[in-house]
């Protein structure tokens, strides 16, 4: 197919950025969460992105294939006075690392300009290809 | 007579096609430029525009022989694969010329797109599709003249 599938392509990789730029958002909001409804901390969660073959040799997407948590151990914090603070004494904090979801945070949004940028130079050749002649 | 009156005009609209096919690659890279283990593709323009026009050039001469192969080889079911250089959908399948990035600067995760290199590959594809767009309007618009001839 023609150009016509750029936009495909990159509305596919802003769909995925902004899928991570919301994983981070939640991330971000957590950091100082000390427990979810399961009784545990929030873990931080990460996607994971994937190409998606989209017609044509070269023509490839991305999708989010799934979203991991992180496995780091729980901040722990000895707060005894603390209404959530185990037999210890201690409390559980979520395993959010708020430098990494910011780095994060910036790479995303940075790439979601990217492709923003790609489809609107994609569009303005379009519509000159449409004035062909003209 | 006629042949040769559209035969620039030929010449640029595969250079037009190819400029097309390349955004369309340059797209995908940019695309994946977060994809754990995604290799950055591209292909030569010059060679490859090269060996598109040869191949038109001496069309007439090899239909009788050989290249009449297109035609024959049809696909009858949607999930035929197409041989390489029957044709298909993408027009850089007849070339073969599509290549792999090499990582710039290494990363953990195996992507070899480097984001700089792709960025500027894009502008200047899509100035240079403008210039062949340009190129066009202006070869038809002498060819409308003369034929109007006012």
């Given at each position: 197919m023609s150009m016509f599938s750029i936009f495909n392509v990159s509305g596919s990789a802003v769909s995925a950025q902004s899928q991570r730029l919301n994983v981070v958002a939640s991330n971000m909001a957590n950091v100082d969460t000390v427990a979810g409804p399961d009784g545990q901390a929030y873990k931080a969660r990460q996607v994971?992105?994937?190409?998606?073959p989209m017609g044509g040799?070269?023509?490839?997407?991305?999708?989010?294939?799934?979203?991991?948590?992180?496995?780091?151990?729980?901040?722990?914090?000895?707060?005894?006075?603390h209404p959530s603070a185990d037999a210890d004494g201690y409390v559980n904090y979520s395993n959010v690392n708020p430098v990494e979801e910011m780095v994060n945070m910036i790479s995303a949004s940075r790439s979601y300009q990217n492709n923003i940028e790609v489809m609107n130079t994609a569009k303005s050749l379009l519509l000159k290809t449409l004035q062909l002649g003209q | 007579m006629f042949a040769?009156?559209?035969?620039?005009?030929?010449?640029?609209?595969?250079?037009?096609?190819?400029?097309?096919?390349?955004?369309?690659?340059?797209?995908?890279?940019?695309?994946?430029?977060?994809?754990?283990?995604?290799?950055?593709?591209?292909?030569n323009f010059k060679e490859t525009l090269g060996q598109m026009t040869q191949s038109s050039a001496s069309q007439l001469s090899q239909a009788s022989r050989g290249l009449g192969l297109q035609a024959s080889v049809a696909s009858t079911h949607p999930?035929?694969?197409d041989i390489a250089g029957t044709g298909g959908n993408s027009t850089l399948?007849?070339?073969?010329?599509?290549?792999?990035?090499?990582?710039?600067?290494?990363?953990?995760?195996?992507?070899?797109?480097?984001?700089?290199?792709?960025?500027?590959?894009?502008?200047?594809?899509?100035?240079?599709?403008?210039?062949?767009?340009?190129?066009?309007?202006?070869q038809s618009k002498t060819l409308l003249s003369a034929i109007q001839g006012q």
């Open positions: 994971v992105f994937q190409t998606v040799e070269a023509t490839n997407g991305v999708k989010v294939s799934g979203v991991t948590e992180s496995n780091v151990p729980f901040k722990r914090i000895h707060d005894p006075n | 040769k009156l559209t035969a620039g005009l030929d010449f640029h609209s595969k250079a037009l096609v190819l400029r097309a096919e390349r955004q369309r690659i340059l797209a995908s890279n940019i695309a994946n430029a977060d994809t754990p283990g995604y290799v950055a593709r591209d292909f999930r035929h694969i399948s007849g070339t073969g010329a599509l290549a792999y990035g090499t990582q710039s600067q290494p990363s953990v995760d195996g992507n070899s797109v480097d984001l700089d290199r792709e960025r500027a590959s894009f502008v200047d594809n899509s100035v240079r599709y403008e210039s062949t767009l340009r190129f066009i309007n202006g």
